[in-house]
Each structure stands twice: as structure tokens, then as C-alpha cells.
């Protein structure tokens, strides 16, 4: 397994934007997917996007505000989030799983992300 760290949530006012950022170690990370998920309060977690660490393409669960994108040289996976709505709100939760499997493993703490109206 590997080891997960978010960072950059916080309070934003609506329309505003944040980037979070995972960073990870423990192991080579070429064969992992690393995802993005999200779960407000009451409300099951769901799939934001993820990206291949050998490949540059990211994958959406919906297109448009958000972008993922990787920076190898710091073991780092980041989510920018523009346009930002109050139902937004969620801990975002970053994820690995080796690219062969579709269980993410190991997962970070947490990040709290809250927009205000």
C-alpha cells in the first residue's frame, strides 16, 4: 500500500476555488491510479475523477469544473475545483490502487471543503 496526505480544503465563498492536494509515499507509484472522492454529510461517498501515474489522462465523473492533474517529481496528485457551489461541501478523500485492480486500498484522512452561499 501506499501512504496518502490531502491538504488545502478549507472555507470558500461560492464561484471561488480551491486545490487540494494528495501527496503521496511508501511505494513506486507508476502502477497506481490515484482518485478523488468526495462525501458530504449524510450522503454516500462518491467518485470525483482519478489519473493513471504512468499516463497523463485524467477521468471524470462529470466534466467541467474540476481538474486533476499529477506532478511525479513530488509524488503528488492535486484537484483544482473552480466554480465552486455550496453542494460542494464534502471531505474529499484521495485514493491509490494498483492500475491491474479496481479497489482503492489505501486512502488518505480527509479533507474538509466547505462553500459558503
Known amino acids: 500500500q501506499v501512504q496518502l496526505v490531502e491538504s488545502g480544503g478549507g472555507l470558500v465563498q461560492a464561484g471561488g476555488s480551491l486545490r487540494l492536494s494528495c501527496a503521496a509515499s511508501?511505494?513506486?507509484?507508476?502502477?497506481?491510479?490515484v482518485g478523488w472522492f468526495r462525501q458530504a454529510a449524510g450522503k454516500e461517498r462518491e467518485f470525483v475523477g482519478s489519473?493513471?501515474?504512468?499516463?497523463?489522462r485524467p477521468y471524470y465523473a462529470e466534466s467541467g469544473r474540476f481538474i486533476i492533474s499529477r506532478d511525479n517529481t513530488k509524488n503528488t496528485v492535486y484537484l483544482q475545483m473552480n466554480s465552486l457551489k455550496p453542494e460542494d461541501t464534502a471531505v474529499y478523500y484521495c485514493?491509490?490502487?494498483?492500475?491491474?485492480?479496481?479497489?482503492?486500498?489505501?486512502w488518505g484522512q480527509g479533507t474538509q471543503v466547505t462553500v459558503s452561499s
Open positions: 485514493a491509490a490502487r494498483l492500475a491491474s485492480r479496481g479497489l482503492y486500498d489505501s
Open positions: 489519473i493513471s501515474w504512468s499516463s497523463n
Open positions: 511508501g511505494r513506486p507509484f507508476t502502477r497506481y491510479v
